[in-house]
């Protein structure tokens, strides 16, 4: 999979490895912050990442960049290095922790201050955005600037010690206040936050390193060489050369790589995912968990790692389609939802052996002219698979039209069907309610047509028995957006699809009971897909309490031009 066309981060790789820039060695690391669950765009930065190490014999680093508390959980840290293992890649060694490199951050912070390289700033955040300018604005000093290093060395310490107020004081990089980058006029290096307990540290840190101070130094502690990230960071690129290079010119004995040849690591950015007809950002995704619009983070119809899980993606699907979708430097189209869905569908196909008839919408038919005992078909080459045939039996009430459109092949008054595994059947009545609506088939078999080839034209449906079948639920979902991009108008949420998930009550052959009990014997993954005939591909998640029915998800369904 990984050994597809390369990329350009790929052909960066290559170029370091011929110009022996960091002797061979290459080292990448996936950093996410444990402040929600992982959706589909973390897997491309995954795959990048840990496929680069993977084609060149390098490692990746999980590196959890935990520098702000006040959205950080255990349950996060948790739940994404479960999510990392089930895409198939492991981490190099034990998992990493920004929050390991406090202690060596702030011993920097202090030598910076001692060169003259940073302040401490007590300007207020107002004013600190305010002064700093924009784009086609210059910035301007802070008056706090030129304060004396010996007072921002003593406030600074204050700062560690838990004495100073949040919001009053920040420690900034001494850069140029006329950058033309605006990153570069003298970035913030810590913040205060002194009441937020961090979920690895706990109260023993009342100031926090902001992003760039942190993260450039901890791909450098830990040898990283090729530092990739999305497009937005663009612009810290020079900030994240900047402290790194400040570090090693450094006097005194503090080292800063641990790598041998101790070359520095680079960032390189790449376009981020973006899909249709979903969001990915972990802040809208919990607008939605926490408005109760979804059932939480594995809902099926999340785009988060656990719920495409839950929803029967197999982690080679997902792989798969970030190798076909590829790395680029530039902002790529968004990728059609449907690409998804066809990656998923055709690594099932070669995946899924379990196939089973399963009723979706019940309707139900009477064969008129069979009065013996209930009939066992067998399916060919399956022993497993057992199904009865009677008198009363249900076919989809989709797969029947009263008028037939044109193009639909299946069953209409005076128009026959095979049954799959069974016999041709005519309908010659249609039964309805007091209401209009259609309760009832009245339909004659061929006892001639068991085990043949149906007669050209005459479509293979699916069905099952009235009473000897399962009966199973089914969710079926349907986009959870139904604007492909939610995001352009307006508030995303009333982008929502309401008719995202439908709960069908299904009826299954029987031998969906053994194959689950095989399963379970014979295999490890946790999760136990199935083909439904003609339906598509559906994982179980649950067997409810009350009467050990099994609950499926719909996976994908099979192509909507199938079978017409
Ligand atoms: P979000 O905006 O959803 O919170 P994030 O970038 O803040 O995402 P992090 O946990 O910081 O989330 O991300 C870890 C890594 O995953 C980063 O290197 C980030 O660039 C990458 N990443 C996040 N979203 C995407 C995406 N949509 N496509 C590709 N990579 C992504
Ligand atoms: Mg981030
Ligand atoms: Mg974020």
Redesign the pocket.
């Known amino acids: 999979e990984t050994a597809e066309a390369g990329n350009f981060v790929e052909d960066i790789v290559v170029r370091d490895i011929e110009s022996g820039t960091y002797a061979g060695r290459v080292r990448t690391r996936?950093?996410?912050?444990?402040?929600?669950f992982?959706?589909?765009?973390?897997v491309?930065?995954?795959c990048?990442n840990f496929g680069i190490a993977q084609k060149f014999g390098g490692r990746c680093n999980l590196r959890f960049?935990d520098t702000n508390p006040e959205s950080e959980k255990q349950v996060f840290i948790d739940s994404i290095q479960e999510d990392v293992r089930w895409l198939g890649f492991q981490w190099d060694g034990p998992e990493h922790y920004a929050s390991d490199y406090f202690a060596q951050l702030y011993e920097w912070a202090e030598a910076f201050i001692e060169q003259g390289w940073a302040y401490v700033d007590e300007l207020s955040a107002e004013e600190i955005s305010e002064f700093r300018g924009s784009l086609t604005r210059p910035g301007k000093d802070s008056p706090f600037r030129d304060r004396p290093k010996e007072e921002s060395l003593e406030i600074f310490r204050r700062m560690r010690a838990g004495d100073m107020a949040q919001g009053s004081a920040v420690l900034r990089a001494k850069i140029d206040m006329g950058h033309p980058n605006v990153i570069m006029r003298d970035p913030i290096m810590y913040r205060i936050l002194p009441n937020t307990p961090h979920p690895r540290t706990g109260k023993e840190w009342p100031i926090y390193p902001s992003y760039d101070w942190a993260h450039g130094l901890s791909d450098a502690i830990e040898g990283v060489t090729h530092s990739?990230?999305?497009l937005?960071?663009n612009m810290h690129n020079e900030l994240y050369d900047w402290f790194n290079e400040q570090v090693l010119r450094l006097p005194g004995s503090l080292p800063l790589c641990q790598s041998p040849d101790s070359a520095l690591p680079r960032q390189h950015e790449?376009?981020?995912?973006?899909m249709t007809n979903i969001v990915?950002?972990?802040?809208k995704?919990k607008r939605l968990v926490e408005g109760g619009l979804v059932d939480g983070w594995d809902d099926p119809r999340m785009p988060t790692i656990c719920g495409m899980r839950r929803r029967g993606y197999p982690p080679a699907a997902l792989r798969k389609l970030c190798a076909l979708i590829g790395v680029t430097k530039v902002p790529t189209s968004v990728i059609e939802f449907s690409l998804l869905e066809n990656v998923v569908r055709d690594v099932l196909q070669e995946q899924v052996a379990a196939k089973a008839l399963c009723v979706l919408h019940p309707l139900r038919v009477t064969i008129t002219n069979w009065d013996g005992e209930d009939q066992l078909l067998e399916v060919p080459g399956d022993e497993l698979r057992k199904m009865h045939f009677g008198r009363e039996i249900l076919l989809d009430a989709e797969d029947f039209q009263q008028e037939p459109e044109p193009g639909f092949k299946r069953l209409a008054p005076g128009r026959q069907v095979k049954l799959r595994y069974g016999y041709v059947i005519k309908c010659d009545e249609v039964v309805r309610g007091e209401d209009g609506e259609i309760t009832e088939l009245l339909c004659s078999y061929d006892p001639e047509s068991l085990g043949k080839r149906p007669p050209k034209k005459v479509a293979v449906v699916h069905w099952a028995h009235a009473e000897l079948s399962t009966p199973v639920t089914v969710r079926m979902y349907d986009k959870l957006f139904a604007e492909p991009r939610p995001e352009e108008a307006g508030d995303f949420l009333e982008a929502l699809n309401p008719d995202s998930c439908e709960v069908l009550s299904a009826r299954c052959e029987p031998s969906i009971t053994s194959m689950w009990q095989k399963y379970q014997e014979e295999s490890d993954d946790p999760i136990f897909r199935v083909q439904f005939e003609r339906c598509g591909f559906f994982a179980l998640d649950k067997v409810t309490e009350e009467n050990s029915e099994l609950v499926f998800n719909c996976t994908v369904a099979q192509r909507s031009d199938f079978g017409k």
């Open positions: 996936f950093p996410p912050e444990p402040n929600g992982l959706h589909i765009g973390h491309k930065s995954i990048l960049d990739v990230c999305t937005e960071f790449f376009a981020r995912l973006e990915v950002s972990k802040r995704l």
